[in-house]
């Protein structure tokens, strides 16, 4: 065990622990992940296989180890980035990455400047990119990934240690791969989703709740299921109360906008939602209460579809919702392969917030580099003789 003497991050703790090293290749891996039983051979018969190699990174597996949905929807997520991605990698992942000692130190290692869990080992594999280091991810080399996510936990470092910072080394560097979690199809995703949000808020404030009523009707349905079933004891309390709290307001707006026929198949829905886990898998009272779970979404989508006013921007609305859908077919298809038809259904609205708070973190993360590149830039101005730097520094995020 190698002291860091002070609580200075995973970039301090990792640059101590290879100094201390005395093999060739440097594995480094996350403390939530498991490695398979031929994970480190793969790894070690990968170099020995090509000395060209300068690091090769993992993936994760699809069978993450916490069965909450969140949790499930978020760690498949990142499994699914990991085995679409190029097999050429453009960056570096230390929850499952190997490179060579050598050339890590020649790069200085992981940049300290990052004091918490971030973009450290992203940043790394910026500079190796940039500088033609040859780098691959092997979808083959695997880890389980032990993490429990929250939902604001979830949020807060997808947009505080991901993507705000994330977006400064693009800047930095001038660099955006069409690959991970930046390629084409997901840049063209977080369009949409500003605009959908827009979209739909403006339908909402012009027919005065009308609009999004029957929307939320449904959703609650697609989601509440997984806030009480997929999820600890205490959680699910927290869950049942939520989902009452949203179905009063669901009925109360309903029954303001005239929408009666709503409220029977919410009510009854909530009830089977309260009803269900107790019988799941233990008798054929989980399938016939599975059944009729269906029946009410069922009934629930056509009387929703009735009461969507019939107007050409509610079907500009419902054209831009499919066109992200499409977009992220691949993704949806994957989780209804391991998980099932309704569990990619629920994992829809959080992807959409996904594409959403990236959008958040970009025009975050852009201010928050033009702020400190013109505070630099006043500086280095100040200085008589200085001029700001005009390009990326190694191991240095502006």
């Avoid at 080992?121 to 032990?146: A, F, N, S, T, W």
């Avoid at 930095?172 to 930046?182: C, E, F, G, I, S």
């Avoid at 269900?276 to 009410?296: D, K, P």
């Avoid at 989780?335 to 959080?350: V, Y």
Wanted: charged fraction near 20%.
């Amino acid at each position: 065990m190698v002291p860091t003497g002070k609580r200075s991050g995973p970039a301090c703790a990792r640059n101590k622990g290879a100094k201390e090293a005395k093999g060739e290749i440097l594995f480094f891996l996350d403390s939530d992940v498991c490695v398979h039983t031929d994970t480190v051979e793969r790894m070690a018969d990968r170099f020995a296989r090509d000395p060209a190699l300068d690091a090769l990174i993992g993936s994760y597996d699809d069978s993450p180890s916490c069965q909450d949905f969140l949790s499930q929807y978020k760690n498949l997520m990142h499994a699914f980035v990991h085995h679409k991605a190029s097999q050429r990698a453009c960056t570096f992942w230390s929850g499952c990455g190997a490179i060579r000692k050598r050339v890590f130190e020649q790069f200085n290692g992981f940049d300290e400047s990052y004091k918490r869990p971030a973009i450290e080992d992203i940043e790394l594999g910026y500079r190796l990119h940039g500088d033609g280091r040859k780098m691959e991810l092997d979808p083959d080399v695997q880890v389980k990934h032990l993490k429990r996510w929250s939902f604001w936990g979830l949020v807060k470092t997808d947009i505080l240690y991901r993507g705000i910072p994330w977006t400064e080394l693009i800047l930095r560097d001038r660099h955006m791969p069409n690959d991970l979690n930046v390629q084409l199809s997901q840049r063209v995703s977080v369009a949409l989703a500003f605009l959908l949000c827009g979209m739909s808020l403006f339908g909402a404030i012009w027919w005065r709740g009308l609009f999004l009523t029957p929307l939320f009707a449904i959703l609650f349905l697609v989601l509440g299921r997984y806030w009480v079933e997929f999820a600890d004891w205490k959680e699910r309390k927290a869950g049942l109360l939520w989902t009452a709290a949203i179905v009063g307001v669901i009925i109360v707006t309903a029954h303001f906008h005239n929408m009666h026929v709503l409220i029977p198949p919410l009510g009854l829905g909530y009830v089977l939602l309260l009803v269900r886990h107790r019988y799941q898998y233990r008798s054929h009272g989980w399938v016939y209460l599975s059944i009729l779970l269906a029946a009410t979404f069922t009934a629930l989508c056509i009387f929703s579809f009735i009461y969507v006013p019939w107007h050409y921007f509610v079907f500009s609305v419902i054209l831009v919702f499919l066109a992200v859908v499409l977009l992220n077919t691949q993704f949806y298809l994957f989780l209804a392969e391991k998980r099932g038809g309704f569990f990619a259904l629920a994992a829809i609205p959080f992807h959409l917030l996904y594409h959403f708070y990236n959008g958040v973190s970009f025009l975050a993360g852009t201010g928050r580099y033009l702020w400190k590149h013109k505070r630099l830039f006043g500086e280095r101005k100040a200085v008589p003789g200085v001029t700001a730097p005009t390009g990326p520094t190694t191991g240095q995020t502006l």
